[in-house]
């Protein structure tokens, strides 16, 4: 009896798609710092800037696998007070005419400091400068890397 090429071909098929399944599944962690409050210059009037005013700031960033996941030491991952503290030094260093800018340089940071995959960063302003009733005014920012 004599046999078809074909069923080799498939044969390789199956053994690929087990092979894939033998890694296991698939894990990522995902830091977030919500309502991070600091007293900030930001903003397009030379009031805001001068006067300055409170910021709120929420982060969400996912780092891949850390080795904590399998060591459990605090070394082997990220540092949340070291990132509120880079986020701080960021915002309160200089001003920024825009919300924009500023989740701009914060993801920018925490990607290449951190090694984020991926970045959200939302600044808020509770009491902004604007004649009319609103609760606050927000900027967010993604980044992803390609």
């Known amino acids: 009896m004599a046999r078809d090429e074909s069923d080799d071909y498939e044969d390789d098929e199956d053994l690929s798609e087990e092979d894939e399944d033998d890694e296991g ?7 977030e710092i919500v309502g991070l409050s600091l007293y900030t210059h930001h903003g397009v009037t ?3 800037r001068e ?3 409170r910021l709120v700031l929420d982060v969400r960033f996912d780092i891949g696998e850390p080795d904590a ?5 605090v070394e082997d991952t990220v540092d ?8 701080a030094l960021i ?13 701009s340089v914060i993801a920018d940071r925490l990607a290449s400091q951190f090694g984020a995959e991926s970045v959200t960063v939302k600044a808020s302003k509770p009491e902004p400068p604007i004649p ?3 609760e606050e005014v927000s900027v967010e920012l993604w980044r992803e890397e390609r």
Not at 25 to 31: F, L, M
Not at 69 to 73: A, G, K, M, Q
Not at 91 to 103: D, H, I, K, P, V
């Open 25 to 31: 599944p698939e894990i990522g962690v995902t830091v």
């Open 46 to 48: 030379a009031a805001e």
């Open 51 to 53: 006067i300055g005013q």
């Open 69 to 73: 996941l399998i060591t459990d030491r």
């Open 80 to 87: 949340y007070g070291e990132v509120c503290q880079v986020i």
């Open 91 to 103: 915002a309160q260093a200089r001003s920024y005419r825009t919300l924009e800018r500023l989740c």
């Open 132 to 134: 009319l009733p609103v």
